[in-house]
Nanobody
Framework: QVQLVESGGGLVQAGGSLRLSCAASGGTVSSYVMGWFRQAPGQEREFAARITTNGMFTYYAMSVKGRFTISRDNAKNTVYLQMNSLKPEDTAVYYC???????????????WGQGTQVTVSS
């Protein structure tokens, strides 16, 4: 059973940066495709980014491509999301998730963290 804990969220002005971390325990994160999702108030949870098990391939939602970078350190069982040029519309709770198969669908991810709030002020 994999446990995921996100950290690094907070309040930032538009144009600023934040780096989210997701620490895994109870399992070997290198066995899983890892993803970041986000959910704004009143909206459905949406895909932001994912990374393959060895970190060779990354995929992004069009809304974050070019501004966000997902990475992983399997030796530390940790996944990161570097977020630059933040916009008010990036405001959401950000979730880390693990999947055996990996896709853009939240339904493919069996393990989730508790989420970390990111608020971008204009």
């Amino acid at each position: 059973q994999v446990q995921l804990v996100e950290s690094g969220g907070g309040l930032v002005q538009a144009g600023g940066s934040l780096r989210l971390s997701c620490a895994a325990s109870g399992g070997t994160v290198s066995s899983y495709v890892m993803g970041w999702f986000r959910q704004a108030p009143g909206q459905e949870r949406e895909f932001a980014a994912r990374i393959t098990t060895n970190g060779m391939f990354t995929y992004y939602a069009m809304s974050v491509k070019g501004r966000f970078t997902i990475s992983r350190d399997n030796a530390k069982n940790t996944v990161y999301l570097q977020m630059n040029s933040l916009k008010p519309e990036d405001t959401a709770v950000y979730y880390c998730a693990a999947s055996r198969s990996g896709s853009r669908s939240p339904n493919e991810y069996g393990y989730w963290g508790q989420g970390t709030q990111v608020t971008v002020s204009s």
